[in-house]
């Protein structure tokens, strides 16, 4: 019998173009961890309230630019400061051994410069410059590897949607300025109010579609699974960990904290889709067979978790409950920070993993635990955060977020009493789902036997990739026991926002804290019993069976006559998420095609079974085909008016003029 | 000089000017046309002599012979020089629509022109700036031109014709241009017509004819 499951079967990755010098990786690895490290200062000067102005009037014609670190700003410069510090350690040992050219190479730093920018804007004008940055070297990053036909249309899909959200960013703040009669964002926050109600809703919609297509919130995620598995291990981990939270800091900084409280609209509409992408984004995870692919829809799944916290927070500032407002907001920020060094180790790790076998299909892996050690158990760190279990970096704000969102008191209005649950139930579903999700990830990529000759011959990460995923397992470790050095932070980003009670921030010290919620509970001694008993137990276990362990024998194991153990046995990540896909067959509709062959043309007997199973984005082939096919039909139409005939053009042209004279008089 | 001399004479001008427009219209022959166009340059130098001499500014005269200069000796020679290297069927403007059908359209484009013109006559109505509605009439013709003919030399020629327009309407309206400008405009255009020049020349040279109609499709 044999089973044939077809994925994507992707090549090794070749660097393109020139390949850079020997010392080259090692110097555009070192200039990411400078801005790093200079990002993390910045960061606490914001957060501590020193983040003053500067203005660079000469550095652009008419407008200037502004840098200014808010709070909130601070903390995400942070954030993003982690990330690059890994990612630049990492890219060091990444591009020497896999090669890549001097532009692949230039990438990382500029890219991190660009989000750096966003995030320390003090003006309208200069965010919508570095976000354009931003989103320039991040495209260029995707097609590092633009000779394979996959990174290409990634590349086309993400320059589309990066560009629409542009265009409805620019027109949302540019709106915001013109009326708020400033582009500097500390008094645009005050002059909010002077907004038309028909303008503050039309800032909001732009906006929130703009910042949430660049966190890859459903259905504007579609570029994400396709543009985050093409770029090159660190640039993949900047973008999936630190470009998204640059998405919701925008979310945060202009739609919650700018715009101010607003209609009750804005915030289901933030949880709605919110929710929307954690389910979705999770469950195309839980069946996904290429690794990063996997990785980039969990993104999908934890940027709708940290959604549904902004908006829940936003309905209970609507509802003048500031204290379970203050916890929401404060879990959406602090699975930000977390899914932050989570993603960048898991995409770290997945991308030595790649490096090593030029394989992403989980279907093919497997075996690498004894090949790559170390990077199995980085990558197993990671997968424990994302799984949002005790221990990894997940949980503080997973607990959170449930706490806020389940103590609602009764009577507290309709619409509250009946989101909440929901917002409950997704956010438990996504949660037993990412498990599913990050198990198969670890078990079937990193386990058992290799499957493929090319993850037989895996190597380990050389030394300084394994430094740059360390320094993220470190940060995950810190995330998961002492959230308590993001407590100043946290207060200080709630103080920005306005109908949050400042006295009732949640306190993050060893045993968390929600004023004005019942509910306690300490990672840190959390982390430590279950160390201790598991510590115990192997002990223990260890000196008992010591004593009473047979002599051992050698023999071959019982296989129910199948012959020896191959590969060929193993749980596959097809077969492990085949339960699930059946489950949810109405949501994913995915496509099985199984083909049974029949030996010497009797029905009994069978030669060979061939079973094919592809899971695609339904979102984008009910949403987005239809709407693509639309826009092509009228580019057609359009078309028709320029044949390629010289004379017509100049008739537009004599047309044109005409009418600009005729009005004019 | 008396006020009346000089506006008859602008008039008188101005009419020669539409004359000889329309007559480039109604020309087939190549050469004739380029002709036309260069006494249509010495009616235009015209314009701004007459104004010098009436407002007794020397300057203006220089700007006047200056223009007659360029656009009644050097283009018509380059262009000339171009139509040398045409073989001899290839000497027609090749009009895309008929002879009568363009002068019917010259017709109608002149009476826009002065509908058009209108707040430019507004200016002065008593002076030169009566004259305004040939220069914007010239300009139409010369776009016509550039629409109709399918020859690489008689776009040139409606290119001219429509710079001289601009310069007609600049000159009656605003009573001459600095001769900074005046130098500026005329160093651009003689610099389109030498590049035009060489590109129909490498048209030739690589499709073996100037027409444009074949030019509808992009070429390594």
Redesign the interface.
Known sequence: MTATVESTVSAPRRGTGRPAAGLAPALAGTVTVGLGGAAGLLGVLGISGHGGGVRLGWLLPLAGVDFAVSATAGLFMLLVGLVAVAAGVYSIGYFRTSGASTITLAVAPVFTAAMLGVLAAGSVVTLLVCWEMMALASLVGVLSDHHRPAALDAGRWYAGMTQLGFVAILVGLVVLSASGGSGDMVLLGRHAGRLTPTARNAVFALTALGFGSKAGLVPLHVWLPRAHPEAPGPVSALMSAAMVAVGIYGLVRVDVQILGPGPRWWAVAVLGFGALSAVYGVLQASVSTDLKRLLAYSTTENMGVVAVGVGAGMLLIDYHRPGAAAVAIAAALVHTVAHAVFKALLFLSAGAAVAATGIRDLDRLGGLAVRMPATTILFAVGALGASGLPLGAGFVSEWLLLQALIHTEPGSGTLLAVVMPVAVGVVALSTGLGVAAMVKAFGVGFLARPRSPEAAEAREASPSMVAGMSFAAAACGVAAVAPVVLSAALDKVLGETPGVGLSAAPSLGVVLRLPGLAGSVSPAVLAAAVVSVTLAVVVLAGRAGARRRPAAVTAPLWTCGAGPLSERMEYTATSFAQPLQQVFDVVLRPEVDVEVSHAGGSEYLVERVRFRSRVDDTVELRLYRPILAAVSRWAGWVRRAHPGSVHLYIGYGAIGVTVVLVVAR | MSASAYLSGVNLVAGGLLVLTVAVVWRRDLAAMIRLLALQGLFLGAIPVLAGVYHRDAQLVVVGVAVAALRAGLFPRLLRARLRGEPAEDREAAP?VTTTASLLAAAALII?AY??A??VVRLGPDGPARAAPVG?AM??IG??L???R?KALSQVIGLLILDNGIDAVAFVAAAGVPVIVELGVSLDVLLGVLVLGVLAGRMHAKFGGTD??E???LHE
């Open positions: 895309l826009v509908v058009v209108a707040p914007f300009v139409f776009i016509f550039l629409v109709t399918r444009l109609d030019l509808r499709e």
